[in-house]
């Protein structure tokens, strides 16, 4: 669409159409017996006939307006709702995005004064209206990106052939899944909740370069990110007590740990027959009530659902109300940003966005903070590209959109002698960080984690037999035993590995793909580095021996996931030229309250993760 200063040229015709019907009513009033006109002799008959003939012209185009702007759908920049702001006033900021980083974002810009819209492309789910609906969930993939409307292509290493992407949690995908609602992927999440440590800020300097890889050091340290982790875990509500591998905090978790489970109590024994360090894991879900929430009512249904209770500590109930209470922050659901728009100075205007109805308009700000998940972010930013910036916003450096990192995952099952009840309360209360760090003693870069849970703990998972072990009858009396029977007896060990930087791995513009808005796809094209196979082999049998030592009566590996859920591309899209700001002072901003972002090495923590082999989920 042709387009001056992000105002489509439609959009200017009608309002220069509205500016004349406006004109020829003003002169209709300004002739109604006005004494001007009677003292220079005009008759009160011509009077009212030229006076009807300027309300007949401008009653013509006002309907003419109102015709084209239906049959065109574009009210971009005149557009006016009953939203906290029109699209005619300019805001401080536009987010993209309300997750776990945009919403966090919006609550400290909002409290600092800021006018603040953020633009979220799914809709605003009540806490009565989340579901126990497995089937919906995991097949028919609510709340999350589709296939049949937003597409994306596959490739399983740069010299691949090109596939088609996306997919469901169920059937399994080749490329990104997301979830897209208010709070974004923070109300699906696990709600595992891990802090990075020191050597995750300096692995260049200590380890020194990766062949193939584009490892580097974080441009801040620890110590200056931890007090924004203290702030998000005390604002958000997470549940936990320090390990013996936590890095230095200022101040203790905000609540006491979650009740440990059976699947727990089993993984520290085991853990400790090997001599490993098992310890409480931090659960972003609260363990008793507060701010106004009700603690864990432990339903069992937290990995890729929404919470009724309003336990889990998503930006939905947390940061986002908070940040709407200073009435300076509005949060707009059902807002499909297509493009920032830029001004020929190459400063932005604001985002053009489509309505639930599909109708464009653009919020105008005087700044754009963009929080749209691994994949969308470059997708916009590379979607968003001007004659001064022909390879995209704030991509001088090249790199946006490529060194495209996951976490690795795997996983051990057994079934034990005595019930454990796994489907009730939290997926995780117990895990290990022994093998946290690279240890070059082993041969390969990489590190981990290990927790108990059970994955298959919803029905239906169960009930198609995928969790039970391998040569299990699928039909008849015994496949009918053995699923009543190992119900309740079964749990995993799940690990989580690092990713790292390849730039061939990468976000890039499909050129042949569109999506239903009519805008361009994004292709994930992804091959995973050999260290980062070798960890994962070896923390799965690292697993697999502590429910052997928990006393499982059989075990055996499901699944092997070497990608499960999006990290990060390459930071190097805070171009100073674009965005004007020192890297610090932004990311002061930024990962204020955001764990394991989009910036780091890679992620550790558990989100709902895909087990296909090239299956991921965005954090």
Same mark, same amino acid.
């Given at each position: 669409?042709?387009?001056?200063?992000?105002?489509?040229?439609?959009?200017?015709?009608?309002?220069?159409?509205?500016? @004349?019907?406006?004109?020829?009513?003003?002169?209709?009033?300004?002739?109604?017996?006005?004494?001007?006109?009677?003292?220079? =002799?005009?008759?009160?008959?011509?009077?009212?006939?030229?006076?009807?003939?300027?309300?007949?012209?401008? #009653?013509?185009?006002?309907?003419?307006?109102?015709?084209?702007?239906?049959?065109?759908?574009?009210?971009?920049?005149?557009?006016?709702?009953?939203?906290?702001?029109?699209?005619?006033?300019?805001?401080?900021? @536009?987010?993209?995005?309300?997750?776990?980083?945009?919403?966090?974002?919006?609550?400290?810009?909002?409290?600092?004064?800021?006018?603040?819209?953020?633009?979220?492309?799914?809709?605003?789910?009540?806490?009565?209206?989340?579901?126990?609906?497995?089937?919906?969930?995991?097949?028919?993939?609510?709340?999350?990106?589709? !296939?049949?409307?937003?597409?994306?292509?596959?490739?399983? =290493?740069?010299?691949?052939?090109?596939?088609?992407?996306?997919?469901?949690?169920?059937?399994?995908?080749?490329?990104?899944?997301?979830?897209?609602? @208010?709070?974004?992927?923070?109300? %699906?999440?696990?709600?595992?909740?891990?802090?990075? /440590?020191?050597?995750?800020?300096?692995?260049?300097?200590?380890?020194?370069?990766?062949?193939?890889?584009?490892?580097?050091?974080?441009?801040?340290?620890?110590?200056? #990110?931890?007090?924004?982790?203290?702030?998000?875990?005390?604002? #958000?509500?997470?549940?936990?007590?320090?390990?013996?591998?936590?890095?230095?905090?200022?101040?203790?978790?905000?609540? !006491?740990? &979650?009740?440990?489970?059976?699947?727990?109590?089993?993984?520290?024994?085991?853990?400790?027959? #090997? =001599?490993?360090?098992?310890?409480?894991?931090?659960?972003?879900?609260?363990?008793?009530?507060?701010?106004?929430?009700?603690?864990?009512?432990?339903?069992?249904?937290?990995?890729?659902?929404?919470?009724?209770?309003?336990?889990?500590?998503?930006?939905?109930?947390?940061?986002?109300?908070?940040?709407?209470?200073?009435?300076?922050?509005?949060?707009?659901?059902?807002?499909? @940003?297509?493009?920032?728009? %830029?001004?020929?100075?190459?400063?932005?205007?604001?985002?053009?966005?489509?309505?639930?109805?599909?109708?464009?308009?653009?919020?105008?700000?005087?700044?754009?903070?963009?929080?749209?998940?691994?994949?969308?972010?470059?997708?916009?930013? +590379?979607?968003?590209?001007?004659?001064?910036?022909?390879?995209? &916003?704030?991509?001088?450096?090249?790199?946006?959109?490529?060194?495209?990192?996951?976490?690795?995952?795997?996983?051990?099952?057994?079934?034990?002698?005595?019930?454990?009840?796994?489907?009730?309360?939290?997926?995780?209360?117990?895990?290990?960080?022994?093998?946290?760090?690279?240890?070059?003693?082993?041969?390969?870069?990489?590190?981990?984690?290990?927790?108990?849970?059970?994955?298959?703990?919803? !029905?239906?998972?169960?009930?198609?037999?995928?969790?039970?072990?391998?040569?299990?009858?699928?039909?008849?009396?015994?496949?009918?035993?053995?699923?009543?029977?190992?119900?309740?007896?079964?749990?995993?060990?799940?690990?989580?590995?690092?990713?790292?930087?390849?730039?061939?791995?990468?976000?890039?513009?499909?050129?042949? +793909?569109?999506?239903?808005?009519?805008?361009?796809?994004?292709?994930?094209?992804?091959?995973?580095?050999?260290?980062?196979?070798?960890?994962?082999?070896?923390?799965?049998?690292?697993?697999?021996?502590? %429910?052997?030592?928990?006393?499982?009566?059989?075990?055996?590996?499901?699944? %092997?996931?070497?990608?499960?859920? &999006?990290?990060?591309?390459?930071?190097?899209?805070?171009?100073?030229?674009?965005?004007?700001?020192?890297?610090?002072?932004? &990311?002061?901003?930024?990962?204020?309250?955001?764990? /394991?972002?989009?910036?780091?090495?890679?992620?550790?923590?558990?989100?709902?993760?895909?087990?296909?082999?090239?299956?991921?989920?965005?954090?």
């Amino acid at each position: 669409m042709d387009a001056i200063f992000g105002i489509s040229l439609t959009s200017i015709m009608l309002s220069l159409i509205a500016l @004349v019907a406006i004109i020829f009513l003003l002169l209709a009033v300004i002739m109604w017996r006005n004494p001007l006109l009677v003292r220079i =002799g005009l008759r009160n008959v011509v009077r009212r006939k030229v006076q009807t003939t300027l309300i007949v012209i401008g #009653l013509m185009l006002s309907t003419l307006i109102i015709s084209a702007a239906f049959a065109t759908g574009d009210t971009v920049g005149y557009s006016i709702t009953n939203d906290l702001f029109n699209q005619l006033e300019e805001v401080d900021f @536009v987010i993209v995005g309300s997750g776990a980083a945009g919403g966090v974002i919006a609550k400290q810009l909002a409290v600092a004064g800021f006018s603040v819209v953020v633009l979220e492309q799914g809709p605003r789910i009540e806490a009565h209206e989340f579901r126990h609906d497995e089937y919906e969930t995991f097949w028919g993939g609510s709340y999350s990106n589709q !296939p049949s409307t937003q597409p994306q292509s596959f490739k399983a =290493g740069p010299d691949a052939p090109v596939e088609p992407g996306g997919g469901t949690f169920a059937t399994g995908m080749n490329g990104v899944g997301y979830h897209r609602l @208010v709070g974004g992927g923070s109300v %699906m999440f696990t709600s595992n909740y891990w802090r990075f /440590k020191p050597i995750d800020f300096m692995e260049r300097s200590v380890l020194g370069a990766i062949p193939g890889t584009g490892l580097e050091d974080w441009p801040i340290t620890y110590e200056e #990110l931890e007090p924004y982790y203290t702030q998000a875990e005390w604002d #958000l509500g997470v549940s936990g007590e320090p390990g013996p591998f936590d890095p230095y905090r200022s101040r203790p978790y905000p609540l !006491p740990p &979650l009740p440990v489970k059976s699947s727990g109590v089993l993984f520290e024994r085991g853990a400790r027959a #090997l =001599g490993l360090n098992p310890q409480v894991a931090p659960m972003c879900i609260i363990s008793e009530p507060y701010k106004g929430r009700s603690a864990c009512q432990h339903c069992g249904y937290c990995a890729g659902f929404g919470c009724e209770h309003r336990s889990k500590s998503s930006t939905l109930f947390t940061t986002i109300p908070d940040a709407e209470a200073t009435g300076r922050c509005e949060i707009r659901a059902d807002s499909y @940003v297509s493009q920032i728009a %830029m001004n020929p100075q190459g400063r932005t205007t604001g985002v053009l966005y489509f309505d639930a109805d599909r109708v464009e308009h653009l919020q105008r700000a005087r700044a754009v903070i963009v929080c749209a998940n691994g994949a969308e972010t470059p997708r916009l930013l +590379l979607n968003s590209h001007t004659s001064r910036f022909p390879d995209g &916003l704030a991509n001088s450096s090249g790199h946006v959109g490529k060194y495209l990192m996951f976490n690795g995952n795997a996983g051990t099952n057994g079934v034990f002698e005595r019930p454990l009840n796994e489907w009730k309360s939290v997926m995780v209360t117990r895990m290990i960080w022994d093998y946290y760090d690279s240890d070059p003693a082993r041969g390969f870069y990489g590190g981990g984690g290990i927790d108990a849970r059970f994955w298959g703990g919803y !029905p239906i998972f169960f009930g198609l037999g995928d969790y039970l072990p391998p040569g299990s009858p699928m039909w008849g009396r015994e496949f009918r035993r053995l699923l009543s029977h190992n119900y309740s007896r079964t749990m995993n060990a799940d690990v989580h590995t690092t990713s790292l930087p390849v730039e061939t791995n990468r976000i890039e513009i499909d050129p042949d +793909l569109v999506d239903d808005w009519g805008l361009p796809c994004f292709r994930v094209t992804y091959k995973d580095h050999p260290d980062d196979l070798a960890m994962l082999a070896f923390l799965a049998q690292v697993a697999t021996d502590i %429910m052997d030592e928990a006393g499982a009566i059989e075990t055996w590996k499901p699944y %092997m996931c070497a990608s499960s859920v &999006l990290a990060r591309t390459q930071p190097d899209v805070l171009s100073p030229q674009t965005i004007r700001l020192s890297m610090r002072r932004w &990311l002061r901003w930024a990962i204020s309250g955001v764990p /394991k972002n989009a910036l780091g090495r890679s992620l550790r923590n558990t989100v709902s993760s895909g087990c296909g082999a090239k299956a991921s989920w965005i954090s």
